[in-house]
Structures are given as structure tokens and as C-alpha cells.
DNA sequence: CAGCATCCTTTGGGATACTG
DNA sequence: CAGTATCCCAAAGGATGCTG
């Protein structure tokens, strides 16, 4: 992660606590990690693939995610010490509750998504109107 | 907003759509402005002021996210031609129905606050015992 | 008052290379 | 395999100045 970056991420847990949570689980991420968690556990580099098959995502940052979700008590870890290295994430049962309803916001988004495309085209066409 | 911006934004439009209205409710402040409008309509400056009691939020931001937050259906903008300019902006039933979910979020996350600061105690505490 | 445009700083996030 | 560290670019976001 590296060490100004902590810093700077220590920071921001200064203000509002509970916001930060917010953010966590629905940063760009954090919102696939937990979607894909509630079904089952996944290995690091499955859980890559497999959230790769709609939103491609670096290892940097899948590592971060995990990392930010398992410090906050929403994702477990289990690192068995073998060679070559297996690590399994699973959700907590924290998690899930948070994962379930991010999960039913995105299904909400998804039912959703006619009327706001009508509402992007009514908008689009005002505007459009005025200013030619 | 400025034409660059427009084009970015544009650009990303590409992708998974439900995934970025999604993202527009969840954002820092969209998050904060459909709180606040779920309990009456405010005026541009006013809703400034209320955002700001707790995380200041810039003119431009609070702009761009009005407009996103407006094109996507989910806030109504009421411009009235008077001198002094004044704007009115209130929540539309399909806002509404994305505010109150995030804001049941938003509640979760506050009552479940106590258990992640647990679980972060403890993960800090192993981490410093491993690292030392 | 309610913005828009511009400039500038900070952060997010990808690519790459390296390690146990 | 499962990461960590570094570099670098693009996007987010704040400050300021200007306008109807």
C-alpha cells in the first residue's frame, strides 16, 4: 500500500466515521467483492476473474478493496500456509447484511434503469432545444 | 462543467449503465443532497448550508451533482425567473424511492458502526504484533 | 443568488516489476 | 499463487473570478 498513502487514508478516517463505512462498501469495488462474496468464497485470483467478467479490475486495487472490507469486519481471510500460497475470502456475517443491501440498491438501479433513461432524454432534449 | 469533462463522462456512459446511476446515488454528495431533500425542497445556497453542517461541499460540486442527480430522474430543478435568481430543487418519486434506500444504508452503517470499529481494533492489533 | 469557466492540487487507479 | 512497491497518468474535487 505504502506508506504515504496510509497516511493520507488515516486522515480522512478523522471526520464523519460512518460515512467512510458508506463509501467502503460502495466504492467501484467494494460492490462487486461483496456482490460476489454473498454467493460463495472465492480465491484471490478467482475472485479477479470472476468479477473480471464484467468490470475488469487490477490486482492493486482488488487487493486494496479486500483489505479495506476485511478491516472493517465485513470480509474474512483465511491464509493457509502452503506453497504455492492459498488464500480464501468469505463474507462475514457483518457483511452480508451490508452486502444484501447494496446488493438490493443495485437491483433497484437495474429495475430502474427505463425510467431513468426516459428521464435522460426528456433532460437532453431541453436542453438541446436551447440551446440551438 | 466545462466540454472536456462532458466528453469524459460521456465516455464512460459506455459501460454497464446501471452500474453508474448506482454510483451517482452512492456518491459523496449525492448521498448528502438526496438525504436532505428527502425531508423538503431547498434552495441552491440553503442546501449548501445544510450539507455543510456536517461536510463542506463546493459551489461546483454541488452543481455538477444537482445536475447528475436531475438528468438522471431523481431531482426536480424549479428555476423562477425572478431578480434575484432563485432555484428551487426537490425530490421526485423516483428519487425518493433511491433516497430512502441509501439512507437506510447510511443508517445501517451508523448502527453497525461499533461492531467495524471493533473489528478494526482488532485488525490493527494483529497487524502490530506481526509487524514488531 | 445561482451558477459557469479556469486553474491547480489531490486522489484513484492502472502497468509493471519484484518477492515469499 | 498472492501479493507488495513504484511509477505514472487520468479523474475528482477545491479555489477563485466572472456573469445574468
Known amino acids: 500500500m505504502g506508506v504515504s498513502e496510509r497516511e493520507a487514508w488515516a486522515k480522512r478516517e478523522a471526520m464523519c466515521p460512518h460515512r ?3 463509501e467502503h462498501v460502495t466504492s467501484r469495488w467494494g460492490v462487486l467483492v461483496l ?6 468464497s472465492y480465491r484471490f485470483s478467482e475472485l479477479r476473474r470472476q468479477i473480471g467478467r464484467v ?8 487487493a486494496q478493496t479486500l483489505q479495506t472490507l476485511e478491516r472493517d469486519g465485513f470480509v474474512h481471510r483465511d ?3 502452503v506453497i504455492p500460497p492459498r488464500v480464501d475470502y468469505s463474507i462475514t456475517p457483518l457483511g452480508r447484511e451490508a452486502a444484501e443491501q447494496v ?6 438501479t437495474d429495475v430502474r434503469m427505463d425510467d431513468v433513461e426516459r428521464a435522460r432524454a426528456a ?10
Do not use: I, Q
Open 20 to 22: 467512510l463505512v458508506l
Open 103 to 108: 446488493r438490493a440498491l443495485a437491483r433497484w
Open 55 to 62: 468490470n475488469k479490475v487490477s490486482e492493486k486495487m482488488l
Open 79 to 81: 491464509a493457509k500456509p
Open 123 to 132: 433532460y437532453d432534449a431541453a436542453r438541446e432545444s436551447t440551446s440551438l
Open 35 to 40: 456482490d460476489a462474496l454473498l454467493d460463495r
